[in-house]
């Protein structure tokens, strides 16, 4: 566990597809499986952190004090700037490999294009070597 709101463990990366929410709870375990049943994913905002809500969760954040049952605001707050953040990295991300996966699209046509070109200038080649040469009849 961190203090300040930091989180104990950072977003992990999910199906850009589906739907995700946030769980904030003082034990988040059965809510985030629920999420899960139902087909989204889901951050964790939890006074426990504990394996199967981990398991279950894109990230998990620390929010508050076990011991008095109680969700920290500032520490709910960081943590909830910090999920944001991650979704943020994770669409910037994603916009360079799309932007990446464009110039590579592009390249391999240039390439195909110019092997193109090639093959028709030495057919050419061979054609005006044979009007050349005749067809020796």
């Known amino acids: 566990m961190k203090a300040g709101g930091l989180p104990a463990q950072g977003p992990a990366q999910g199906a850009a597809d589906k739907p995700a929410i946030a769980v904030v709870g003082a034990s988040a375990r059965l809510l985030v499986r629920a999420a899960v049943d139902e087909g989204l994913e889901a951050y964790a905002l939890d006074l426990f952190g504990d394996a199967d809500t981990r398991a279950l969760a894109l990230g998990w954040w620390y929010v508050g004090r076990p011991a008095c049952g109680a969700i920290d605001p500032a520490q709910l707050r960081?943590?909830?700037q910090a999920a944001q953040a991650g979704n943020e990295l994770s669409a910037m991300t994603n916009q360079q490999l799309?932007?990446?996966?464009?110039?590579?699209?592009?390249?391999?046509?240039?390439?195909?294009?110019?092997?193109?070109?090639?093959?028709?200038e030495a057919e050419r080649g061979r054609a005006r070597l044979q009007t050349f040469l005749g067809t020796g009849e």
């Open 78 to 80: 960081a943590a909830l």
């Open 98 to 120: 799309m932007q990446i996966e464009a110039m590579l699209v592009a390249q391999h046509r240039a390439e195909a294009l110019e092997e193109a070109r090639k093959l028709a």
